[in-house]
């Protein structure tokens, strides 16, 4: 368990030192984890809903600030190039994320050719209901992507490294609350990047 929890702290770090400079990434980041950790409650009552806040408002805000603010230049810090830094990423970097943000983006489709979705949904009456199921469609899709990439790191890595990569993505909302909360305040102060002077794994 030891090694587990470690293993953890070196992967959250290298998330933070890697992709978190920017303030306003940062920023929003606090404010996807807000929104999925709301998600989160929601998914017991219901789960529709919860889907619609985690995709649309949860990450659509959290990989905003990876493409949009995130700077793709040579990190100083880390001294090291974008490029590498894509390739060792250990989750889903930028080329796998527009993939799995095609594949969200499209998938209402699969109503329009089959609205009950080879029978495990009534026929669409009304939008309130297409949304619904493709709300449904969604929650699917983010678990089937965190399920995929845990089991494809277990072939790539280790079995340890694929868990402990699942543990840091359903945890991150708890973590990203504590870790990004003053971003906004800094924002505001016009620090629009992270000096990074921490060198200690979080």
């Known amino acids: 368990m030891?090694?587990?929890?470690?293993?953890?702290?070196?992967?959250?770090?290298?998330?933070?030192?890697?992709?978190h400079?920017?303030?306003?990434?940062?920023?929003?980041?606090f404010i996807s984890a807000i929104s999925f950790l709301?998600?989160?409650?929601?998914?017991?009552?219901?789960?529709?809903?919860?889907?619609?806040?985690?995709?649309?408002?949860?990450?659509?805000?959290?990989?905003?600030?990876?493409?949009?603010?995130?700077?793709?230049?040579?990190?100083e810090v880390n001294q090291a190039t974008h490029e590498h830094k894509e390739k060792i990423k250990v989750g889903y970097n930028l080329k796998r994320k527009v993939v799995l943000l095609?594949?969200?983006a499209l998938s209402p489709l699969v109503l329009y050719f089959d609205p009950?979705?080879?029978?495990?949904?009534?026929?669409?009456?009304?939008?309130?209901?297409f949304v619904n199921h493709t709300a449904l469609i969604w929650l699917v899709l983010g678990g089937a992507a965190v399920l995929f990439r845990t089991v494809h790191l277990f072939f790539l890595k280790d079995v340890q490294t694929g868990l402990v990569w699942m543990t840091k993505i359903l945890t991150d909302p708890f973590h990203d609350v504590k870790l990004y909360c003053k971003a906004p305040l800094y924002v505001m102060r016009g620090e629009l990047m992270d000096p990074m002077r921490s060198k200690q794994v979080i």
């Open 2 to 19: 030891r090694e587990f929890l470690e293993a953890l702290k070196v992967q959250r770090w290298d998330d933070h030192r890697y992709y």
């Open 21 to 29: 400079h920017n303030r306003i990434n940062q920023s929003l980041h």
């Open 38 to 75: 709301c998600a989160y409650v929601l998914l017991f009552i219901d789960p529709a809903m919860a889907a619609l806040i985690g995709w649309l408002v949860a990450m659509v805000s959290r990989q905003a600030g990876h493409f949009f603010f995130e700077p793709k230049g040579y990190d």
């Open 102 to 104: 095609t594949i969200w």
């Open 116 to 129: 009950t979705l080879l029978g495990i949904f009534d026929l669409s009456s009304n939008p309130i209901e």
